[in-house]
């Protein structure tokens, strides 16, 4: 029943063959879902007489687990890159990766390893070397929220100017970050507990959100896709910028 084997017999509902098989389709999921734990529960909405369309779908998603798929996580996560895409995609993409390594494998990357990759990702391209420059400056500790906000800005000052090249960033205060991603029409989680920038508390899939508990339906492709919508290369590529 849960690979699919186990179809629906021809026949009339109220057929003995009929019944008997939905007798072991609900057996099967019951079965299932009693094995689940409450945070992977979210994941059987949809299914209710489908423990095979179930099974394929926690598949999907749970298959990479161990110590070998954690170290591939890691090196999907660090070898994010911007590649011309919405930068709020790329964003959302390595907020998410972290999310995904403390979730799945309790392993969750610090602040300053989320920066690097964030600034890793936008490396390869010049223009963006003033701003990584200036951040490197600084000598107080980079926040995840606001070095999100200003490679975001930068993007939307050089899409303005029609150049690939820019000025610098100014500096963004705190106080001003809600502020400032309103005027750049930057869509921003209203969430308490997210606030992060590329989605809305409709989409959200952090505590508070409409969505708590699910993953994204990108990270779900991605998944099926065995990594297709990131290219994964050499670690090396990501060290010769920034240590994990």
Request: hydrophobic residues 35%; proline residues 3%.
């Amino acid at each position: 029943m849960l690979m699919g084997e186990d179809e629906k017999p021809n026949g009339r509902l109220s057929s003995k063959t009929v019944k008997a098989w939905k007798s072991r389709r609900d057996a099967t999921m019951e079965m299932l879902v009693k094995c689940l734990e409450d945070e992977v529960l979210t994941h059987a909405k949809g299914f209710d007489e489908d423990p095979a369309g179930l099974w394929a779908h926690l598949t999907a998603i749970f298959r990479r687990s161990g110590v070998g798929a954690a170290v591939r996580m890691w090196r999907e996560f660090s070898n994010v890159k911007y590649r011309g895409e919405e930068m709020t995609i790329v964003m959302g993409r390595i907020q998410s990766l972290a999310d995904d390594l403390k979730r799945i494998h309790n392993d969750q990357p610090s602040d300053t390893q989320i920066v690097a990759v964030m600034l890793n990702s936008i490396a390869e391209y010049s223009s963006f070397s003033d701003l990584i420059t200036n951040l490197e400056s600084l000598k107080e500790e980079l926040e995840v929220d606001d070095v999100e906000l200003r490679i975001i800005w930068k993007v939307k000052n050089l899409k303005d100017d029609g150049r690939l090249e820019s000025g610098g960033v100014p500096m963004i205060a705190k106080g001003e970050v809600v502020a400032l991603a309103a005027n750049s029409k930057v869509i921003q989680c209203k969430n308490p507990k997210c606030q992060r920038m590329g989605h809305t508390i409709e989409e959200c899939s952090r505590e508070g959100g409409k969505k708590e508990g699910q993953y994204p339906e990108w990270y779900l492709r991605l998944r099926r896709n065995d990594g297709s919508m990131t290219q994964i290369t050499p670690t090396s590529s990501f060290t010769n910028h920034y240590a994990m």
